[in-house]
């Protein structure tokens, strides 16, 4: 079981990008059987995937918002990121990162989640 | 996309009956690929079930799992206090959907 926290500003301008990091401790995301995703949670829309990025770099995004999306990781400091462009009042949501396992499974560790408000 | 209807909305019972909670697929699975959470109020989910129907780690036995193809229930034998909460099924047949949730209510 791995210990994940994200960390990132709790409030973002319409228009502007948002920068959200997860650091993983008591395992190492060079785990290559294990998935390292984001999911939102908002009242209007409920739990939402956002994508995940495995140990190789290569990520993977929910089609509705590739093209604002770009995940990426750290392997030296353990931690995983998401960068969302274009933001609107729609992406405020609470994130939260999570890990599942490569052979399929559901997402069985999560980070306690961080609240994000999109509001000028 | 693969869409997770769960039913009833809300669930009214009380402490040491029986729960039953739905989650109906817009298309048929092929595998056994569904998943159950709790939710507490601000908290994170935890994984319940696993599989659509394997306990995950630490999960007490009064929660089962079963279904297959479009149709999967998760019950809840006997209602401790501690099981009011709000549920969500997940599948990752196909990417990754949740269910909109079940609320648990006494």
């Known amino acids: 079981q791995v210990h994940l926290q994200e960390s990132g500003p709790r409030l973002v301008k319409p228009s502007q990008a948002l920068s959200l990091s997860c650091s993983v401790s008591?395992?190492?995301?060079?785990?290559?059987?294990?998935?390292w995703s984001w999911i939102r949670q908002s009242p209007e829309k409920g739990l939402e995937w956002i994508g995940y990025?495995?140990?190789?770099?290569?990520?993977y995004y929910n089609p509705s918002l590739r093209g604002r999306l770009t995940m990426s990781l750290d392997t030296s400091k353990n931690q995983f990121s998401l960068r969302l462009t274009s933001l609107t009042a729609a992406d405020t949501a609470v994130y939260y990162c999570?890990?599942?396992?490569?052979?399929?499974?559901?997402?069985?560790?999560w980070g306690q989640g961080i609240l994000v408000t999109v509001s000028s | 996309e693969i869409v997770l209807t769960q039913s009833p909305g809300t669930l009214s019972l009380s402490p040491g009956e029986r729960a039953t909670l739905s989650c109906r697929a817009s298309?048929?699975?092929?595998?056994?690929?569904l998943a159950w959470y709790q939710q507490k109020p601000g908290q994170a989910p935890r994984l319940l079930i696993d599989?659509?129907?394997i306990r995950a780690a630490g999960i007490p036995d009064r929660f089962s799992g079963s279904g297959s193809g479009t149709d999967f229930t998760l019950t809840i034998s006997r209602l401790e206090p501690e099981d009011f909460a709000m549920y969500f099924c997940?599948?990752?047949?196909?990417?990754?959907?949740f269910g909109q949730g079940t609320k648990l209510e006494i």
């Open positions: 599989g659509v129907s």
């Open positions: 990025i495995f140990y190789t770099g290569i990520p």
């Open positions: 298309q048929s699975f092929s595998s056994s690929y």
């Open positions: 008591g395992g190492s995301i060079n785990n290559g059987d294990r998935y």
């Open positions: 997940q599948q990752y047949d196909s990417s990754y959907t």
């Open positions: 999570a890990t599942a396992p490569v052979i399929p499974g559901g997402f069985d560790d």
